[in-house]
């Protein structure tokens, strides 16, 4: 595998249900970002961790969970989740600070339907 | 607070055409940082190029090329002669250099959905 992972890459899930999305990276960067990507909205950043440690909580409701075990993974666990959380969750990965600041490498997204 | 407007939500072309993608910005910053990325039907975003605030060069690099205007603050892509495969959604995003933890919040556009039609 190569670059940034995701999966699965579709999803759909009822709202009392408990699911997880999955990220991977093997790139050996060490910041990992979660994006939604909603159609009739820009994209969102949602969380973002840095050496595993979470660095920014961009206001996400608590039905989102985030969790970083390592540098390489990166783990979205949903529930009681509303219909208008279906969107594409993106998740990216950079190195911080590096040679190429910001630059970010997305993995394809878990399209999400929340029925 | 910063802010990325793609007034154009949508672009088609034929191809061969040259096709010129918006982006105006605003930021309270003076060190910022300016990107844009290439969304394929596929769904990943692909880095396409980014410039800091301090380096007002255009850039060229095959069909593509970016022109940087703070005066305007505007970062323009430019597609030359466009092929079929240059068909998908383009964002603009702006991020400041705040480092807050070690990290950077972007802010992007709402993306411009080009379509060459062969």
């Known amino acids: 595998e190569t670059g940034v992972t995701q999966t699965p890459r579709h999803l759909v899930m009822g709202m009392t249900n408990k699911k997880s999305l999955k990220c991977e990276q093997h790139?050996?960067?060490?910041?990992m970002y979660w994006y939604k990507q909603s159609a009739k909205k820009p994209l969102e950043l949602m969380f973002v961790?840095?050496?595993?440690?979470?660095?920014e909580n961009n206001s996400v409701p608590s039905r989102f969970s985030p969790e970083c075990p390592n540098s390489s993974h990166l783990f979205l666990h949903l529930h009681t989740l509303q219909p208008e959380d279906s969107a594409l969750y993106l998740c990216?990965?950079?190195?911080?600070?590096?040679?190429?600041?910001?630059?970010?490498?997305f993995g394809p997204g878990t399209r999400l339907t929340v029925l | 607070a910063q802010k990325v407007t793609q007034a154009q939500t949508e672009i088609s072309v034929v191809e061969k055409e040259d096709v010129t993608l918006d982006c105006v910005y605003e930021?309270?910053?003076?060190?910022?940082?300016l990107f844009w990325y290439k969304q394929p039907p596929s769904g990943e975003l692909v880095f396409l190029i980014r410039?800091?605030?301090?380096?007002?060069q255009n850039e060229i690099s095959g069909r593509y090329s970016w022109n940087f205007q703070k005066s305007t603050s505007s970062f323009n892509f430019t597609i030359t002669a466009s092929q079929v495969v240059d068909s998908a959604v383009y964002f603009c995003?702006?991020?400041?250099?705040?480092?807050?933890?070690?990290?950077?919040?972007?802010?992007f556009g709402r993306g411009t959905s080009l379509i060459v039609h062969p």
């Open positions: 990216a990965s950079s190195q911080e600070p590096g040679e190429n600041y910001n630059e970010q490498f």
């Open positions: 790139l050996g960067h060490n910041a």
């Open positions: 961790y840095n050496f595993k440690e979470q660095t």
């Open positions: 930021t309270r910053d003076t060190t910022y940082y």
């Open positions: 410039r800091n605030s301090f380096d007002e």
């Open positions: 995003a702006l991020s400041e250099a705040i480092l807050s933890g070690g990290s950077y919040i972007p802010t």
